[in-house]
């Protein structure tokens, strides 16, 4: 069975830093990208970055583009979100998706609640 | 960026009743759109993807169609476990955007 499991979320104070993690289970994990995608409290779904399964490429959203940095380590099938310089409007559910076969996220984490305040 | 736009927002119906549900992008999608399904407190779930193909385990009540900019998903014959928030999700540009949601919501 496909799982993800993120873990790292917590409170974290604007302008802080925090490394969100997601291990992958029951599939190949160095074979597919991988995505983070975050919503808001009562909000929508918003993607942020991007990896590819060798790790080599990346993509950001303009939003948190400077501030975060995906990356992931296939010897440990885990893929990683550094997160810094961290605001109010970070405040989110943060969850891992993996980039199916057929080009879109068919499988997806639970989710990690980040919540920045003082 | 590549802006979805959903609608209506809120649809109240009954079990039973058939769904529609539309996604308008700003720019031409080619077929690059899926729709998902999100309960409170779950993960979203890949329902429908390159705007026709059900994805794997998804209810043959679910379909997809449209191509360019205009998109539906019909749910025929709503079961109760289908009142849910239904995002549409295009990949044709970086970013991947979703819309902003339609709410199924029991009437």
């Known amino acids: 069975e496909v799982q993800l499991v993120e873990s790292g979320g917590g409170l974290v104070q604007p302008g802080g830093s925090l490394r969100l993690s997601c291990e992958g289970s029951g599939f190949t994990f160095s074979s597919y990208s991988l995505h983070w995608v975050r919503q808001a409290p009562g909000k929508g779904l918003e993607y942020i970055s991007a990896v590819t399964a060798n790790g080599l490429t990346t993509h950001y959203a303009d939003s948190v583009r400077g501030r975060f940095t995906i990356s992931r380590d296939n010897s440990k099938n885990t893929l990683y979100l550094q997160m810094g310089s961290l605001r109010p409007e970070d405040l989110a559910v943060y969850y891992c998706?993996?980039?199916?076969?057929?080009?879109?996220?068919?499988?997806w984490g639970q989710g990690t609640l980040v919540t920045v305040s003082s | 960026e590549i802006v979805l736009t959903q609608s209506p927002a809120t649809l109240s119906l009954s079990p039973g009743e058939g769904a529609t549900l539309s996604c308008r992008a700003s720019?031409?999608?080619?077929?690059?759109l899926a729709w998902y399904q999100q309960k409170p407190g779950q993960a979203p779930r890949l329902l429908i993807y390159d705007a026709s193909n059900r994805a794997t385990g998804i209810p043959a009540r679910f379909s997809g169609s449209g191509s360019g900019t205009d998109f539906t998903l019909t749910i025929s014959g709503l079961e109760p476990e289908d009142f849910a928030v239904y995002y549409c999700?295009?990949?044709?540009?970086?970013?991947?955007?979703f819309g902003q949601g339609t709410k199924l919501e029991i009437k």
């Open positions: 998706a993996r980039l199916g076969p057929s080009g879109w996220n068919d499988y």
């Open positions: 720019q031409s999608l080619s077929s690059y």
């Open positions: 999700q295009q990949r044709s540009n970086w970013p991947r955007t």
